[in-house]
């Protein structure tokens, strides 16, 4: 073997072990930039948040990033798939909701961005306004501590019962002080509340499982507002990839104005995106 040619063989082996060590350091390359965009998992709710998802993975292409989208049906399975890191983040919650799973099960997960927001309504089929309920209505509120408090409060502003001021975000109907209409409150799994609507009186229901049920939005005699509102969703991390280099183009992935247009789309202007 001649000189020049095993001189020229080994410059080729240290030119293949550096691509080599860079790969594996995860070092960008001239004009490698793009070509291994990093996969993430994200769990979401099944149904038509996996129409907006579509559409946040093609931003999110455009910004080096392939993302798997992961339906659930149960509520309770996203945060612990999170927290297991068999998804890398999750995007169906809000503050109160994840602060209950924390307290439960000790999660340490965080929001990084702010997604939409659900408005949850007073619905009837029986009267056409909130002043038209009458002494001793039955009203159906949903009897999980996160919705039973929303619940709660929204026929509180809705001049129904009063709550005492530090009841915070999870009163239950023991805790009312003052209810002049004497309203049976009857606590029903969320599920169920929105199809037991034609039994009562009215019924307090999340927008989604009153679209189950059916309930349409001329029904709705009562919603609660935006602003200073906890009730808004978020996208969600383990406290640990908090500040992992991912996160800020993934949220900037979501905050589009084609997810905001898909959203208005989707859900009929029912739902509101929540980033301004």
């Given amino acids: 073997m001649s000189r020049s040619f095993s001189l020229s063989r080994r410059r080729f082996m240290s030119l293949s072990t550096g691509l080599a060590s860079a790969a594996t350091l995860g070092l960008t390359l001239p004009g490698l930039a793009h070509a291994d ?59 109160p909701f994840l602060d209950a799973q924390i307290k439960a099960h000790g999660y340490k997960i965080v929001p990084v961005g702010d997604t939409y927001f659900q408005p949850i309504g007073l619905y009837s089929r029986k009267w056409h306004s909130v002043a038209d309920i009458p002494q001793n209505a039955r009203i159906g509120i949903p009897n999980d501590p996160s919705n039973e408090g929303r619940a709660l409060h929204v026929l509180e502003t809705l001049g129904l019962i009063r709550l005492p001021a530090d009841s915070g975000l999870f009163p239950t109907a023991l805790d009312i002080t003052d209810n002049p209409r004497k309203i049976s409150i009857e606590e029903l799994d969320a599920g169920v509340v929105g199809r037991s609507l034609p039994d009562l009186d009215a019924a307090v229901v999340n927008m989604d499982w009153a679209r189950k049920a059916g309930i349409t939005e001329q029904e709705r005699i009562g919603v609660e507002g935006l602003q200073n509102n906890p009730y808004v969703n978020f996208i969600s991390v383990n406290e640990s990839d908090a500040s992992a280099d991912w996160v800020k183009p993934l949220v900037e992935s979501y905050h589009q104005p084609n997810v905001r247009q898909v959203i208005l789309d989707i859900y009929h202007g029912t739902v509101t995106p929540a980033w301004s």
């Fill in 37 to 95: 965009p990093r996969t993430l998992k994200i769990g979401i709710m099944s149904g038509e948040d996996e129409d907006i998802w579509r559409v946040v993975s093609q931003n999110a292409a455009q910004r080096g990033l392939t993302l798997k989208i992961i339906p659930f049906s149960d509520y309770n399975t996203p945060n612990e798939a999170l927290s297991e890191h068999d998804v890398d983040a999750n995007a169906f919650q809000h503050r």
